[in-house]
């Protein structure tokens, strides 16, 4: 075997094994009880897998299978230190952050998310980040107000 052949090789399992940092959102990590279980567990499932890859013989191979969840570790160890737990909301008077609020949009489509932490948040299982347009828009509304986002009108009609 070179030389030459050897470092490409070497080279090429740095590349696999160095991976960047997950982006780490700008701004207050704010999160609810739930948000703040969800990234405790994901941190626990990480630093799992990351364990168990130390465990495998080859140098090479251990280098691969230990990047991925080395680096949702570092994520997930970030995101717990900077968390910022918020309480459920007092009320139902205005929308805030883990509301869950409906609302209708111009074209009669009625839509309902809970506004929660970034982490947390998958539209497709009825969470919106507080960041998001929609939920910026709507924060601080009250029942029956309307908010303006991406040029249409979305009027509030329940907060839970």
């Known amino acids: 075997m070179s030389v030459a052949f050897t470092k490409e090789e070497s080279a090429e399992t740095a590349s696999e094994t160095m991976l960047p940092d997950r982006p780490v959102p700008e701004g207050p990590n704010l999160v609810t ?14 630093r799992a897998a990351y364990e168990a890859a130390l465990e495998i013989e080859d140098v090479n191979e251990k280098r691969r299978q230990a990047a991925n969840p080395f680096r949702d570790l570092r994520y997930f160890t970030e995101r717990l230190r900077t968390a910022q ?16 609020v409906t609302f209708e949009r111009e074209d009669g489509r009625v839509q309902t998310y809970r506004i929660v932490g970034e982490d947390e948040a998958d539209p497709r299982q009825g969470s919106i980040s507080f960041t998001s347009p929609m939920a ?16 249409g009108e979305v009027e509030v009609t329940g907060i839970a």
């Open 85 to 100: 737990l918020v309480p459920p909301p007092e009320g139902t008077d205005v929308v805030a952050f883990g509301s869950t």
């Open 136 to 151: 910026r828009a709507l924060i601080g509304k009250a029942l029956g107000e309307v908010a303006e986002v991406a040029g």
């Open 33 to 46: 009880a739930n948000g703040l279980a969800a990234l405790e567990r994901q941190q626990a499932e990480a």
